[in-house]
């Protein structure tokens, strides 16, 4: 379904995983506004991975005909995803420290409790599709033993 952008993904996750490593040697200096626009960036990563969620939650449901304008929305934040680390960084010079801390931590709090609550979800749509499963058998096999 969206296997275009999970190689991009991986190849960006992978890139600031080595960046990080980077960073605790001389070699990588990063400024707080470079942070903040990762921290948009990622915040953007973790509502497409939401959005993906909610496509596959309608896709299994069959609720709607179309999921096109989750895709679209998908779309979006992936691009937003983009933007935030290519162009936010030139947009944001003026901007003060202060101001570029108080954003970054709340950005980073807001990603962090959607991711927190995306893997719940996932976890909770897993435990039940194994349920259903696990009771479905159970139930075919007392229907068969009548």
Do not use: Q
């Given at each position: 379904?969206?296997?275009?952008t999970?190689?991009?993904?991986?190849?960006l996750?992978?890139?600031f995983?080595?960046?990080?490593?980077?960073?605790?040697?001389?070699?990588v200096?990063l400024?707080?506004?470079?942070?903040?626009?990762?921290?948009?960036?990622?915040?953007?990563?973790?509502?497409s991975?939401?959005?993906?969620?909610?496509?596959?939650?309608?896709?299994?449901?069959?609720?709607?005909?179309?999921?096109?304008?989750?895709?679209?929305?998908?779309?979006?934040?992936?691009?937003?995803?983009?933007?935030?680390?290519?162009?936010?960084p030139h947009?944001?010079?003026?901007?003060?420290?202060?101001?570029?801390?108080?954003?970054?931590?709340?950005?980073t709090?807001?990603g962090?409790?959607?991711a927190?609550?995306?893997?719940?979800?996932?976890f909770e749509?897993?435990?039940?599709?194994?349920f259903?499963?696990?009771?479905?058998e159970?139930?075919?096999?007392?229907?068969?033993?009548?």
């Open positions: 379904m969206l296997k275009p999970t190689t991009l993904t991986k190849w996750g992978i890139a995983v080595i960046l990080s490593i980077f960073r605790l040697t001389p070699i200096n400024n707080g506004k470079l942070l903040f626009c990762f921290s948009i960036a990622a915040f953007f990563l973790i509502l991975d939401f959005i993906a969620f909610l496509i596959d939650t309608v896709n299994d449901k069959k609720k709607l005909k179309s999921s096109r304008p989750l895709y679209s929305i998908h779309s979006i934040f992936l691009g937003g995803a983009a933007l935030a680390i290519v162009l936010l947009l944001l010079a003026n901007v003060s420290t202060k101001t570029i801390n108080a954003w970054s931590d709340s950005v709090l807001a962090l409790g959607i927190i609550t995306l893997i719940g979800l996932k749509r897993v435990n039940k599709s194994i259903d499963t696990e009771f479905k159970t139930n075919h096999e007392e229907s068969s033993k009548i």
